[in-house]
């Protein structure tokens, strides 16, 4: 599975149960139901940001 992530795009690319998996995964960290903004914005912050293209 690969990930895109830039200021304001998510892209993933890999099979249904990888992404859902993977949203869940997302999901976990954040309390409630996380927006995609914010998921964005942790990520796009973090110094671990795997792939940026």
């Avoid at 892209?11 to 964005?40: D, F, N, Y």
């Avoid at 110094?47 to 940026?52: D, G, H, L, M, V």
């Amino acid at each position: 599975m690969k990930i895109y992530i830039a200021q304001e795009q998510l892209q993933m690319v890999g099979k249904a149960w990888e992404i859902r998996h993977h949203l869940r995964q997302l999901g976990k960290g954040q309390s409630g139901q996380p927006s995609l903004h914010a998921v964005l914005q942790s990520r796009t912050s973090s110094p671990k940001n795997p792939k940026t293209p």
